[in-house]
Each structure stands twice: as C-alpha cells, then as structure tokens.
C-alpha cells in the first residue's frame, strides 16, 4: 500500500499498480509489478507469450484477484476497502460497480452470437445502466458510426468479418461509457488485411483522449500511438520508457532480443 501513497504519479494517475503479485499455484504470472498511468495516455504492453501481459489486464479488471500489492482504478482502491488498518474484501455488487469505469476487448471477439451488431452494443446499457431505451440506441447508432459500420447494425457476428467483430466489440464497450479501456492483443486472431481497419478505431480513440492500456505485437502502433510502453517477460516488469526508448534503444538486452525476434 505504501508505495500507493507515497508515488508522486500516483497523485494524478487514473491507474495505479503497486508491487502487485499473483500466482496460479506455484506459477508466479506477475512478479512485484509497479506502473502508474495517467489519465489521457495510450499505455502499450509488450512481451513474449506467457509473460503475464493478460494476467496484468484480468487483474485490473477483477477477472483475476492480486495475492500482493495494490491497484487503485478512477481513485479507489479496486477489490478492497480499509477499514482502520484492515481491508475488507468487496461484495460483488461492489465490484461490479467498479468494473464499471473499465473496458475491455479481448483477442478473440466475444461478441453474444445469437445479437445483430446493434443488439451487441445496447445489450450492456439496457441491462446495467437503466437508461432509456431510444437514448440507448441513439447512443449505439452513433458508437457504429463511429466504427464505420452503421449499414451493419442488423447484422449477426456470423455475418462479419474478424475485422467488423472487433469493431463492434469495440464500439459494444464503448456503450458502458468506461473511462479506461483495456486491449488485449485486439489484433492477433484477424487476418492481416484486416489489422489495419481496428487499428484506426483504435488509433481515433487514443486522440479522442481516451485512456488505453493496449497488450500488442503491433509494434507500428505502438510507436505511432503509445505514449509509454513496457516490456514485460516472466512476469516481470523489464523496461518501460517512451516508445522511442523501449522499441528503438532498448536499455535491457531481454527487451532487445524480443524485438529482433517480433520485427
Ligand atoms: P501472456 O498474456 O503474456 O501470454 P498470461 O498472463 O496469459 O501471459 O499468462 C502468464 C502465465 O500465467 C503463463 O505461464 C500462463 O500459463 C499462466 N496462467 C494464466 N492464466 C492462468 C490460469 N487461469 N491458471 C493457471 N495458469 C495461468
Ligand atoms: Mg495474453
């Protein structure tokens, strides 16, 4: 906790992980991980597989519970609450109210097969936020647009590209009006030719201001749009600087064997 309190960045950061372990067993998936991120910046995560990139994410979005260390999302700290010189676990509803200022977009597209695109996108808001259903769906049509798929809003995930999926689910967690937006390697399940069409929803996003923290092999990207990257490996937090640092000049020799390896 300590290490919370007393980092300067902190003070204005929008995320902030502090000496955070995990493990699955014997496996330690994140080892004393700290990174501050403040809000408006594009975060790029790189690093081999197996290295906890997800595990990092899953973490700061309650899918997976920290053994050590603390997170603190939009200024509260996420799973716990102090009491004196206790924390107390959350409820559930407590946690799902945080989960609430996070999004996600995951590898593999997870769109509900059985909804047409604009079903998808006001699934979320109509069950959780309680609002009007034609604000709703003003919302989401204008969330298609914004990805450039307005002519799909009646169309079935089956009816899409990988490409189209991954926009919908983009625009789908854009609909919950989260203040950070988590990617998980948005990009490894597309064909190449299709990379690109996310990427741009992706790259308008980082200017609209959002936050992102964005796991990617897509290191054009990340050099273009990040404003910090990290290498991770083994669960470890290797090096982090501005892209023209960590994916140029590389300090660390595992960081450099890993970009020879990706380009
Ligand atoms: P990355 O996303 O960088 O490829 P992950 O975060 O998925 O890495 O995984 C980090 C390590 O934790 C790997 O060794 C992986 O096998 C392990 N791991 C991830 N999730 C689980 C789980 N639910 N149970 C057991 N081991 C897991
Ligand atoms: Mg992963």
Known sequence: MSAVETTAKADHAIVTIANVSKFFGPLKALNNVSLAIEPGTVQCIIGPSGSGKSTLLRCINQLEKIDQGAIRVDGELIGYRRVGDELHELTDPEVARQRLVTGMVFQRFNLFNHMTALQNIIEGPLTVLKRPRKEIVAEAMALLERVGLAEKRDSYPSELSGGQQQRIAIAR?????????????????????????????????????MTMI??????????????????????????????????VAPKQARTRDFIAAVL
């Open 173 to 209: 967690a854009l609909a919950m009006k989260p203040k950070l937006m988590l990617f998980d390697e948005p990009t490894s399940a597309l064909d190449p030719e299709l990379v690109g069409e996310v990427l741009n929803v992706m790259r308008d996003l980082a200017a609209s201001g």
């Open 214 to 247: 964005v796991v990617t092999h897509e290191l054009g990207f990340a050099r273009e749009v990040a404003g910090d990257v990290v290498f991770m490996d083994k669960g470890e937090l290797v090096e982090q600087g501005p892209p023209q640092t960590v994916l």
